[in-house]
């Protein structure tokens, strides 16, 4: 899975749907608007962002990662990895056909 804040919605679904046509991602859910707070300039920033999960495979994630960069409106976004443990197998058969 991996998680990565765009700054608005209209941004969200054009890069998910890319990822998604380009079968980098199988999947892309698009949350929000959520607020963020963080460090920046040496003082804490606020924003509104909306947040995009994909659901991918680890052979993919390089890939994904590279064009997520490409896309991105930030010059430096964040793009996290996270390790899932556990999937149900049929979503998981379903998940690794969608992207292969």
């Known amino acids: 899975m991996v998680y ?3 700054p ?3 941004a969200a679904k ?13 999947c892309a859910n698009i949350l929000g608007p959520s607020m963020s707070l963080y460090a920046w300039k040496g003082k ?6 909306f947040i995009m ?13 590279k064009r997520i960069v490409e896309l991105h409106p930030n010059d430096c976004p964040c793009i996290v990895k996270i390790a899932v ?6 979503y ?3 998940l690794v056909k969608t992207v292969s």
């Open 4 to 6: 990565i804040p765009l």
């Open 8 to 10: 608005t919605k209209r």
């Open 14 to 26: 054009k890069i998910a749907t890319i990822l998604v046509k380009e079968k980098l991602a199988a």
């Open 44 to 49: 804490v920033a606020k924003s509104r962002e």
């Open 53 to 65: 999960l994909l659901k991918t495979t680890e052979a993919k994630f390089l890939k994904l990662e």
């Open 85 to 90: 443990s556990s999937v149900h197998s049929p």
């Open 92 to 94: 998981l058969n379903w």
